[in-house]
Nanobody, 125 residues
Framework: QVQLVESGGGLVQAGGSLRLSCAAS????????MGWFRQAPGKEREFVAT????????YYADSVKGRFTISRDNAKNTVYLQMNSLKPEDTAVYFC??????????????????WGQGTQVTVSS
């Protein structure tokens, strides 16, 4: 069992930056692929970014490519999402997620086994 706890959300002006962290419990974190999703009010949860177990494979949603960076530190059981050049449309609750295998489409939330409680990111114009 893995527990995920996000932190780092907040209120920022457009063009600003935030760094989200996701701390994981459990000794098997280093074997999991990790991802970030977000959900805005009235919208479905959407994929943001994912990183495989060793950081060698990284994918981003087109909407954040070039602005967001996902990374992980297996020694600290933590995955990060550095968000730069933030836009009002980035406003959402951001969720950290983990999955035991890399099978299936990484963009689908159903393919993730563990979820954090979410952290609010609000970007003002």
């Amino acid at each position: 069992q893995v527990q995920l706890v996000e932190s780092g959300g907040g209120l920022v002006q457009a063009g600003g930056s935030l760094r989200l962290s996701c701390a994981a419990s459990g000794r098997t974190f280093s074997s999991y692929a990790m991802g970030w999703f977000r959900q805005a009010p009235g919208k479905e949860r959407e994929f943001v970014a994912t990183v495989n177990w060793n950081g060698a494979m990284i994918y981003y949603a087109d909407s954040v490519k070039g602005r967001f960076t996902i990374s992980r530190d297996n020694a600290k059981n933590t995955v990060y999402l550095q968000m730069n050049s933030l836009k009002p449309e980035d406003t959402a609750v951001y969720f950290c997620a983990g999955r035991r295998t890399s099978a299936g489409d990484y963009r689908l939330s159903a393919n993730y086994d563990y979820w954090g409680q979410g952290t609010q990111v609000t970007v003002s114009s």
